[in-house]
């Protein structure tokens, strides 16, 4: 369940980030209350998974999961350029979180 919940707020990691990118320092309503409702959600979900898992392993996967979603999402909406070794870097990304839950 720690690692459900934990995927999970890596996830709102990711929609917080975004959303505080969108809020335009606060001044935009909807993407500030996402932000803050996201950032409380996904803070919650990981000291939840921080009970049974190692700190530094649910920090790593969670920092992981929300960067390469981040970016992921910028990369498809048109926010940000797309590369070949951004792509591969983010690969290599992933490859780490899975290699932290393969190893736990």
Do not use: N
Request: hydrophobic share 60%.
């Amino acid at each position: 369940m720690s690692w459900l919940v934990l995927v999970l707020s890596g996830v709102l990691e990711a929609v917080w980030a975004t959303a505080l990118g969108r809020s335009e320092g606060f001044t935009r309503l909807v993407p500030t209350i996402t932000f803050f409702a996201a950032l409380g959600l996904s803070m919650a979900g990981l000291a939840y998974a921080m009970r049974s898992l190692p700190v530094g392993t649910a920090y790593a996967v969670w920092v992981g999961i929300g960067a390469v979603l981040t970016v992921t999402y910028a990369m498809v909406t048109g926010d940000e350029a797309v590369s070949a070794i951004k792509v591969l870097l983010l690969a290599g990304i992933v490859g780490c979180v899975i290699g932290l839950k393969v190893l736990h």
